[in-house]
């Protein structure tokens, strides 16, 4: 049995199409055909839905393919860890993360690539249950997610900060004059806020609903540089997490006030694959990881702009 079979049926059970899968693998469509037929005949089952198209794979395929998946994996892990006793850390770590935390994960890369600059990083932003599939599936090797909201299933989880909230108002507005705002005043401001569908926005709609406040957005966008380009082209609000101040500067004439803490707060992190990761860059990671402060950088981030004007 030939990993390059295996190769070719995970970019198959990938693309969907056989076409679109044998570009992925850099050979012709024929080739990659022979190549499944091949393993299925090494296996002894069918592995693809026979048809003129590619129809899906069978449950004996599906079985194939989740073995498949964890090989191509421990081959990577093979040569990360070669290469790490050879003296230098190389290899691709492969991040999802939540378009929410990713102003933040500068925070988490820059410190592993100091210290090990032969890593190379692929970041893609995905929603947490994307992330949970792509983990299961070995198409990535860590999270950036809510680790206590939406459901990962069984993975590893590494805190890293606890969410806050902040209010993104403009300073000749109505409550520009302020330091502070409640959560129900907040709610009686023009918005501009993230889609309902996005994990963010159903938390502070959470937090709205916790004092009985209603808010229709003048603006929803699944995009965090969307919302702050409409709070300076529109003079809108916007309730922000806080972490979003390390990497991005408030708007022309706004202001930061601060909020009051919600009944339930929910913490940032990373997942992994089950109890322990395999991947040696994701252990490198975590144990990098482990001796920050990453939740004191981003509060004295915040609070060096919280009722600060530009």
């Known amino acids: ?10 970019a198959l059970a990938h693309e969907q199409h056989f076409g679109r899968a044998a ?3 850099h050979v ?10 091949k393993l ?3 296996l002894r089952v069918q592995i693809v839905e026979r048809g003129q198209r590619f129809a899906g794979l069978t449950a004996e395929g599906a079985e194939v393919l989740q073995w498949a998946q964890r090989m191509i994996a421990e081959r990577e892990q093979l040569h990360s860890t070669l290469s790490g006793m050879r003296g230098g850390l190389t290899g691709v770590l492969r991040l999802g993360a939540i378009p929410t935390v990713l102003a933040v994960a500068s925070l988490v890369t820059t410190p592993l690539r100091l210290r090990h600059p032969m890593v190379r990083f692929c970041l893609e932003s995905m929603s947490s249950a994307e992330i949970a599939t792509r983990l299961n599936d070995f198409d990535i090797d860590v999270g950036m997610t809510y680790v206590d909201g939406d459901p990962l299933g069984r993975v590893r989880v590494v805190p890293l900060y606890r969410e806050r909230y902040l209010f993104i108002t403009p300073s000749d ?7 502070t705002i409640s959560w129900a005043d907040a709610a009686k401001a023009p918005l501009c806020l ?3 569908v996005m994990q963010n926005r159903r938390i502070l709609d959470g937090h709205f609903a916790e004092v009985d406040a209603r808010i229709e957005p003048v603006v929803e966008t699944d995009t965090v540089s969307a919302i ?11 309730v922000v997490p806080h972490a979003w101040l390390h990497s991005f500067d408030i708007p022309r004439g706004a202001r930061v006030l601060t909020m009051p803490q919600p009944r339930r707060s929910f913490h940032v992190g990373l997942v992994l694959p089950g ?4 991947s040696i860059l994701a252990r490198t990671l975590v144990d990098t990881i482990g001796e920050l402060d990453i939740a004191g950088e981003l509060d004295r981030r915040s609070a060096s702009r919280s009722t600060a004007e530009f």
Not at 1 to 10: D, K
Not at 173 to 179: D, I, N, P, T, V
Request: glycine share 8%.
């Open 28 to 37: 012709t469509q024929p080739a990659l055909s022979a190549g499944i037929r």
């Open 1 to 10: 049995m030939l990993l390059r079979q295996m190769e070719y049926l995970v």
């Open 194 to 196: 993230l889609t309902p």
């Open 173 to 179: 507005g109505e409550f520009g004059a302020r330091e």
């Open 228 to 238: 702050y380009a409409h709070l300076e082209s529109m003079g809108l609000s916007s």
């Open 23 to 25: 570009q992925a693998c």
């Open 40 to 42: 299925e005949s090494e």
């Open 275 to 278: 109890k322990d990761s395999r």
